[in-house]
């Protein structure tokens, strides 16, 4: 049986015990990812769900395509709640969260721009780590059994701060209930996180960006003829977390860092060779050389963690290999009393530092 085979029936299986008649809040809900969970939640279960974003026009445009599923299959609409909210912002987040009290939390929100990261080091760390750390303690103070987080493959070998955090992030979930005060410590709460390959037509991946050059009859901009990419639908995406949901229990002691194998690499450029072939103008193709934070192709998993088989055919547990892989609050202290400085190179050297310190890298993976 196909792994997507697989993700269907197990994910479908599980989707009316694991969600319905539940209470989820879905951050960054106005997001690629936030939308299609939003979208596949309210259209295959009954659960009561709360959508939370900080850029108003993407809330509103998912609560209203949300409650249009629902409508069209009879369940009420008032189901599905807006939460105009910044995750950055942890006395707001926690008074929601207070009002909400979700059973489950799947944390889409972050910054996910690799250039913009590499420019702006400490608001991605404030989005994609401390923003982590508000969530889950809010969620965990306020009896969710379940919190989830959404990474990604640049996680894995980063050599962008986008990617850096998220492994970083990652690694905070490790240490949940491992040091004194963690959040999760004194109540059970699961918690997991899944890495996605690049997903198609997201906001601001490639596809986008090379439909919109075409329309405007190019050049189609090539960073280097030689760059890779792993590929996944957002239906993929959306199956994955649904079936990893499933396999997270609050009587697991460590984290489920979860990844799904992504078939083979595309070549950004025959990628864009297909694109104008469909479109069937003449378009000129230029490559304008690879940009800060860009590697040549990415990788799922690197050397510093082991693969552990899943129940999932083609899904894989990832468990790291030092003993030291594991963030505290005091970690993340340290790191925030830089980002509120602005210092921008530092945070860049801090958060490579405490990977290299937590994962016992001795040297690290180049561009």
Same mark, same amino acid.
Request: proline share 5%.
């Given at each position: 049986m196909r792994t997507q085979d697989t993700l269907l029936s197990f994910g479908g299986a599980r989707l009316a015990a694991q969600f319905a008649d539940r209470r989820v809040l879905i951050t960054g809900a106005g997001g690629t990812i936030g939308a299609a969970l939003s979208h596949a939640l309210a259209r295959d279960s009954a659960c009561r769900l709360w959508l939370l974003d900080h850029f108003d026009h993407h809330l509103l445009d998912c609560l209203e395509s949300t *409650?249009?599923?629902?409508?069209?299959?009879?369940?009420?609409? %008032?189901?599905?709640?807006?939460? !105009?909210?910044?995750? $950055?912002?942890?006395? /707001? !987040?926690?008074? &929601?969260?207070?009002? @909400?009290?979700? %059973?489950?939390? @799947?944390?889409?929100?972050a910054l996910k721009h690799v250039h913009l990261g590499e420019r702006h080091p400490a608001e991605c760390v404030s989005a994609n780590l401390l923003g982590v750390r508000n969530v889950l303690a809010a969620a965990a103070a306020h009896g969710a059994s379940n919190f989830m987080l959404i990474s990604t493959d640049k996680a894995a070998a980063p050599v962008c701060v986008m990617g850096a955090t998220k492994r970083l992030a990652e690694l905070y979930l490790e240490g949940v209930g491992r040091a004194p005060g963690a959040p999760g410590q004194e109540r059970r709460i699961a918690v997991s996180a899944v890495r996605f390959a690049n997903v198609l037509?997201?906001?601001?991946?490639?596809?986008? /960006?090379f439909a919109a050059q075409i329309a405007a009859n190019g050049p189609i901009e090539i960073t280097d003829?030689?760059?890779? /990419?792993?590929?996944?639908?957002?239906?993929?995406?959306?199956?994955?977390? @649904?079936?990893?949901?499933? +396999?997270?229990?609050?009587?697991?002691? *460590?984290?489920g860092i979860y990844l799904r194998e992504a078939g083979e690499p595309t070549r950004i450029v025959d990628l864009a060779d297909r694109m104008i072939a469909e479109s069937g103008r003449a378009i000129e193709k230029v490559v304008t050389g690879r940009r800060p934070g860009e590697k040549l192709g990415e990788q799922l998993s690197d050397e510093h963690?082991?693969? @552990?088989?899943?129940?999932?055919?083609?899904?894989?547990?990832? $468990?790291? *290999?030092?003993?030291?892989? &594991? !963030?505290?609050?005091? %970690? !993340?202290?340290?790191?925030?009393?830089?980002?509120?400085?602005?210092?921008?190179? +530092?945070? *860049?050297?801090?958060?490579?530092?405490? +990977?290299d310190e937590k994962l016992a890298r001795e040297t690290r993976t180049s561009a």
């Open positions: *409650r249009k599923f629902r409508a069209e299959r009879g369940l009420p609409q %008032d189901a599905v709640e807006d939460v !105009l909210c910044d995750i $950055r912002d942890r006395a /707001r !987040l926690d008074a &929601w969260m207070a009002r @909400i009290r979700p %059973d489950l939390v @799947i944390h889409a929100a037509g997201s906001q601001g991946s490639v596809v986008p /960006r003829p030689n760059m890779e /990419r792993y590929f996944m639908t957002a239906e993929e995406a959306v199956d994955f977390t @649904i079936a990893a949901a499933a +396999l997270a229990a609050p009587s697991d002691s *460590r984290a963690e082991h693969r @552990i088989p899943t129940a999932l055919d083609g899904v894989w547990r990832l $468990r790291p *290999r030092a003993d030291s892989a &594991w !963030l505290t609050d005091q %970690d !993340l202290d340290d790191l925030e009393r830089l980002v509120v400085r602005t210092e921008d190179a +530092l945070v *860049r050297q801090r958060v490579f530092d405490l +990977l």
